[in-house]
Each structure stands twice: as C-alpha cells, then as structure tokens.
C-alpha cells in the first residue's frame, strides 16, 4: 500500500506565475503531489502523516542557469587539480542544496567527476545538473553552449571570436540538443538569433528589434543581472563584492577610473531591458554566473531574483523563471511548478510571501520527493 502524507502551509506560491494561495494542503503519494486543496477540507485519515506548515509559505526549488561548479568566486581561475576539483564541486553543490537551487546548468566544469555528482544524489543533495559545452567536450555535454561574444565582467580576445558562419555550422551539427549563445550587442546577437540559437545568455544592449525576434521566436534569454550588480557594487575598489546574509564581502584591488559610471550604465540599460522584455512577452530564466569573482553559489539566485523584481517583474513571475522556465528548458523533469502530478519538490520558508525573496536566504526546510531533505539542516552543528 501506497503511503501518503498531507502537509498542510499557510501559503503556497506555486511557481506558474500565479498568485499566492492561502491554508493550503498537499496530499503526496508515491513522492508525487496527488491533491492540493483547502486546509479547511483536510481528509480526516488517522493513519496518514500529517506536516505542520501552517506558519510557512512553500515555494518551487530554484534552478540557476549559469554556474560554474568547480570555479570558486573567490579565485580568479578554475581549480587545475583534480582533487581541488573535485572538492570544490562537492562543496559548491552543497552550497546550493542549502539555499533551495536544486537544479544548476553548468559551464561545463563538471566532466570527468561524475561520481561526486552521484554521490550528491544518494545523499539527497542536488536533484538536477546539466552540463554545457561544445560538442567536442567529453563526455557529451547536455546542451550546448557557446561563447560567440565577449562576457559583459570579462575580456576576450577578439581573434578568438567565431564568425558567423562557424556559428552556424556549430548550430547544424548541435542535433537536438539546445544551444545557448553568450552574445552582447547588437549584431552579435541577431547573428546568434540567425543561426538558431535556443537561448541568449547576457545579452546586453541587444535591443528592441531582438527582443522582438525572440519573443516571436520563443527563444530563452537568461540576462545574468548580477554580473552587472557585482560590477557596480566592486568599481570603487576594483574587487568584485557580493552578499552573504546582508554582510558585504569584498575582494581587494585597485580602483578603475570610469568603471563605476560604466557598470551604473551598464546595468540600468540592462533592468531596463530586461522590463521591455517582459512587456513583450520573451520567457525569461535566472543565472547568476555563480563561481565568477565575487559570486556566490547558492544565494546568489536571492540577489538575481530581487534584480528581476527591481526590473518590473512581480514576485510570482520572477519565482516561475526561477524555477519551471528554467526547469522545463533544460528538462529538469522532477523540477518546476508545484501542481498535481509533479514531484513533491519544494522549499520552505518561515513568514509572509511578502518577506520573499529576502527569507529564500535561510530556509526552514527543504522537502525532496515528498519528504524532508536528509542534508539540509536549518541550523548546521559546527565540527571543530
């Protein structure tokens, strides 16, 4: 016989762009969601297990679209060791499981250590990660992703640059795996668009015409805001800064005259068109470029989400990127709105939908398949 457990929350935000819903219960059977309904309407069964959340609101797990696993945001270069590697990568995925992203889209870092992502599975860690590259990159990444332009906080040597032709040619031999072009400006952009890219990531002063384009076409655009946020918020030092719990981290260097008009410009151009988008209709997804300098694993996704709200978006439109368009595109199938015959996969926090996203930063718990997680723990003991 099949168990089954209700679990009763003061709110639910479901992540379909709905509103919340208030005194709501979910019965889960087999891990799976099997009713939602009125708490008021609770079936009286006295063998079935019963979770108070009355005082919670529950919402999707996250999925961030852009990491770096074995990149750490407080080094300047990938970890070269194998070991290091693999200790950064199972760090990282701890840091992300701790703040509700459940599902990561990598760089591609994560060829070759297979077995820690495994092994962060058996132990109910990270429910989902998708791996990116070229074609050439072994094993065979999960979707592919190009660099075609340079990133929006980073150099790159513009001889390294496809043409649009190889961009093309690259697009043709994809097969049916989706492609996510790195693309600023303008004509980049529309180049990529051309080609038949699935995604735009960054996607900076790409302009009406591609937003326009990419709405019509249903083409993704993750605009990784943050990078932008971190760049402001490091020009008057020259370091790259982020938040953890509301405590400012800076990383030391030298002042870079200009940059702090630059990135001012830079990112109210990008919330600006990150607003038109959404008038437009363009489906939209958060990746944070987590392992970059300066940006956290984990609870960057906070600081992405209060950027996409700073944009315009409401708070139930900036949870659905959050987490069902970016599952649904990289098919993250036990991920994505929490409705009936989808995966009990959810997060908890204490308090008001009118405290998110500021209470996603610290968790009450974290329920995987119907059950509370068996890694999270809401207040860790600290070994010596």
């Not at 668009?193 to 591609?210: K, T």
């Not at 930063?361 to 600290?382: C, F, M, Q, W």
Request: net charge neutral; hydrophobic share 40%; with cysteine.
């Amino acid at each position: 016989m099949v168990a089954t457990r209700y679990i009763v929350a003061g709110r639910l935000l479901d992540g379909s762009g709905a509103a919340a819903r208030k005194n709501i219960f979910l019965e889960v059977r087999d891990t799976l969601i099997s009713a939602i309904g009125n708490a008021a309407d609770l079936p009286e069964h006295s063998t079935a297990s019963i979770d108070d959340l009355s005082h919670c609101t529950i919402v999707p797990a996250l999925v961030d679209c852009s990491v770096s696993l074995q990149q750490s945001a407080a080094l300047t270069a990938t970890a070269a060791d194998a070991a290091e590697r693999a200790a950064l990568l199972s760090r990282h995925m701890g840091y992300c499981h701790a703040h509700g992203v459940l599902g990561v889209a990598d760089h591609g870092s994560c060829s070759g250590l297979e077995s820690i992502y495994q092994e962060g599975l058996s132990r109910g860690g990270m429910v989902a990660i998708r791996v990116g590259g070229p074609l050439t990159t072994l094993p065979e990444p999960d979707f592919i992703r190009i660099a075609y332009s340079p990133h929006i906080d980073a150099e790159m040597a513009a001889s390294s640059r496809l043409s649009p032709e190889d961009l093309g040619r690259l697009l043709r031999d994809r097969g049916d795996k989706k492609a996510v072009v790195i693309a600023n400006g303008d004509q980049p952009i529309a180049e990529a668009l051309a080609a038949g890219c699935d995604a735009i990531e960054q996607g900076y002063a790409m302009g009406r015409n591609n937003l326009r384009e990419m709405a019509d076409r249903g083409v993704l655009w993750i605009p990784s805001l943050l990078r932008a946020k971190n760049g402001l918020d490091g020009a008057g030092s020259g370091g790259a800064v982020c938040c953890r719990f509301s405590q400012r981290y800076i990383a030391p260097g030298k002042a870079l005259p200009g940059a702090k008009a630059f990135w001012e410009k830079t990112l109210r151009q990008q919330l600006r068109q990150l607003g038109l988008a959404r008038e437009a209709g363009v489906a939209t997804a958060l990746g944070t470029g987590a392992g970059s300098v300066g940006i956290l694993h984990g609870e960057a996704m906070v600081e992405e989400m209060k950027l996409f709200i700073k944009a315009g978006y409401r708070l139930e439109e900036a949870m659905r990127c959050a987490s069902h368009t970016a599952a649904s595109f990289f098919n993250m199938e036990k991920l994505g709105t929490l409705s009936v015959g989808n995966k009990a996969t959810f997060l908890v926090t204490r308090g008001t939908v009118q405290q998110l996203p500021r209470k996603l930063s610290y968790l009450e718990g974290i329920y995987i398949d119907g059950a509370p997680s068996t890694t999270y723990h809401k207040n860790p003991v600290r070994r010596s």
